[in-house]
């Protein structure tokens, strides 16, 4: 069995479902169910009994310790993480709790867990944090991409409160020799994204024939990275990472926000046309830039590719297509999480742009 925390939100439950597609090898997933994370996502395993499901933080370090000697898992995943930017912006508290607080509860459990186990199981066991390309900071226009070897330099909260936990990660495997390997993703997209990101707001915005708000100029430029060729990443890295080591994961999409808003709109254009003729670009609607908003990431992923043979399967153009597909076809997914909550969120973040 292994271990996934966090397996109810966007890449988590993206994860949970891919793996037991391919394997037969059970999940304990543990997620405390906040805004972002949604037992919808998980559905179609309702009657699995390869999937356990339990609803906790791992802040609860007396729920991780009965869980991990109860399930004896062989592999920990690390998805559990406050990680929208804005939010943390507004009310960088929980960013903290969740994501530093929350990594260390979850690594000291798993350190005492590990040290005990029989030897055989003890070398054989990987605690894997997944992790972001934002902790490194902002890049000029014709910088480098991102190597693992990039000096941190988190510009938010959310940025901030991940290279925390990512520092956390690394100082328990040199200083107690725990079995760790970091992974940093650039900006996934697909399916079962909640819609306050930038590709499924601006699919369901347009669909709702509401403004679709984009930053600035809208020439922030992020690496794109689809999140089921990220599932096939982590499932690679975790048979045969080297521990102790970082692995970047990105898609090698690397292109600027609003050409992102247009390319979704151009493929709505095709696939479900307005009724009245006209383009979903002229809902295009720009807004104040976000405080401290970073200008460009790009991952270099050639590190992951040369050692592990990963590599990508979508471009972003198939990626996307497949995405927009998605929404189209699950707009009861779409109603069911634009909750109330959800709602004034997006009503404070852009009411006042």
């Avoid at 902790?135 to 901030?160: C, I, M, R, W």
């Avoid at 690397?254 to 254009?269: A, F, G, K, R």
Wanted: aromatic fraction near 10%; glycine fraction near 6%.
């Amino acid at each position: 069995m292994i271990l996934v925390t966090g397996g109810a939100g966007f890449i988590g439950s993206n994860f949970v479902l891919d793996w037991l597609a391919q394997s037969a090898e059970p999940v304990l997933n543990l997620d405390d169910l906040t805004y972002a994370g949604n037992m919808q996502n998980l559905a179609s395993l309702q009657a699995d009994p390869r999937h356990v499901f339990v609803k906790g933080s791992i802040a609860d370090g007396e729920l991780l310790t009965k869980l991990l000697a109860q399930h004896q898992p062989r592999a920990v995943l690390n998805f559990a993480a406050e990680s929208h930017v804005d939010r943390s912006i507004h009310g960088p508290e929980a960013f903290i709790q969740t994501n530093v607080v929350g990594t260390f509860k979850l690594l000291e459990a798993v350190r005492h867990y590990w040290a005990a186990l029989p030897l055989e199981a003890k070398q054989t066991f990987k605690f894997l944090h997944v992790s972001t390309d934002e902790v490194y900071g902002s890049l000029s226009k014709d910088a480098p991409a991102f190597t693992e070897q990039h000096a941190y330099e988190p510009n938010s909260p959310y940025s901030a409160s991940k290279a925390a936990s990512d520092h956390l990660v690394r100082a328990y495997h040199h200083t107690y020799g725990l079995p760790v390997v970091t992974t940093n993703c650039s900006n996934n997209y697909g399916p079962l994204h909640f819609p306050e990101k930038l590709i499924p707001l601006m699919i369901v915005n347009a669909l709702a024939g509401k403004p679709l708000p984009v930053y600035g100029d809208g020439m922030q430029v992020r690496d794109w990275l689809y999140v089921k060729d990220h599932c096939s990443a982590l499932r690679r890295v975790l048979e045969a990472g080297r521990l102790g080591e970082t692995y970047n994961v990105g898609g090698w999409n690397e292109m600027p926000n609003i050409s992102i808003v247009n390319t979704v709109c151009n493929l709505l254009d095709e696939l479900r046309p307005r009724a009245d003729g006209k383009p979903y670009a002229s809902q295009i609607s720009y807004v104040t830039d976000r405080p401290g908003h970073d200008r460009r990431y790009a991952i270099d992923a050639s590190k992951i590719e040369r050692e592990l043979g990963w590599k990508p399967a979508e471009t972003f153009a198939t990626g996307i297509r497949k995405t927009v597909a998605w929404y189209l076809a699950n707009p009861e997914w779409v109603s069911h999480v634009q909750s109330g909550t959800y709602r004034e969120w997006v009503q404070t973040q852009y009411a006042a742009a």
